[in-house]
């Protein structure tokens, strides 16, 4: 089945610093998007990218769909204390809406 | 415009017994789908339903079920319960098309609050 690696796993940084995660899978996507969870909520749609090579901002977030189509990453600039949650990755291979979701980054932020 | 309302927010049920979650999407979507999410294996893929008809299924057996109205609206159904159920159930709905078939515009999925299942 689809695998999507999403790294690192978790992260504790210091407010103020960029923070830097990354999917990959092993096949083709059309469609990368990213969300944020809060303890007890569902995700909440941060970036959708669509096409090759693009780079799309939200913020202070910067997210790109890696050349070869299976990857993406995604950057938070500045960080602050409201930036702590799970951030998901997903990908779509298809033209049906079935998503792959990678396993999480969970994100701390010292104050 | 409303997000995604799923109803109900927790529940508890005992093993054996069934459960029907609810999900209204998005006004105007018309495609919906359930994940299964849980701390093990994250979020899994259930369903997806487009204009009342089931288009793509993960591998969940057939205890799981959902169904979908004419008014896009969408419940899931789970048949005798095990304690293995016990999961965030989240709907995300999107707005397709017609004709679709190239992907890309209007394919991000809009998630609900969940529905805390603990089967005991």
């Known amino acids: 089945g689809q695998q999507l690696n999403q790294s690192p796993q978790s992260m504790f940084i210091q407010e103020g610093e960029d923070v830097s995660m990354n999917c990959t899978s092993s096949s083709i996507f059309n469609t990368w998007l990213w969300y944020k969870q809060d303890p007890g909520e569902g995700p909440v749609l941060l970036i959708a990218?669509?096409?090759?090579?693009e780079l799309t901002s939200n913020g202070r977030l910067t997210a790109q769909f890696g050349i070869t189509r299976k990857d993406s990453f995604l950057n938070i600039s500045a960080s602050i204390p409201s930036d702590v949650g799970i951030y998901f990755c997903a990908g779509q291979e298809d033209n049906f809406n079935k998503f792959y979701f990678g396993s999480g980054t969970k994100l701390n932020v010292k104050p | 415009k409303a997000g995604v309302t799923q109803t109900p927010r927790y529940l508890i049920k005992t093993r054996g017994q069934q459960v029907t979650l609810s999900c209204s999407p998005i006004s105007g979507h018309r495609s919906v789908s359930w994940y299964q999410q849980t701390p093990g294996q994250g979020l899994q893929f259930l369903f997806e339903y487009f204009s009342e008809t089931q288009r793509n299924k993960g591998n969940f057996p057939g205890r799981f079920s959902g169904r979908q109205f004419s008014n896009s609206r969408s419940e899931m159904n789970v048949s005798t319960l095990e304690l293995g159920d016990s999961a965030l159930y989240l709907c995300?709905?999107?707005?397709?098309?017609?004709?679709?078939?190239?992907?890309?515009?209007?394919?991000?999925?809009?998630f609900g609050q969940g529905t805390r299942l603990t089967v005991v």
């Open positions: 990218l669509y096409k090759a090579g």
């Open positions: 995300a709905s999107s707005y397709k098309p017609p004709g679709t078939g190239d992907g890309g515009v209007s394919t991000e999925a809009f």
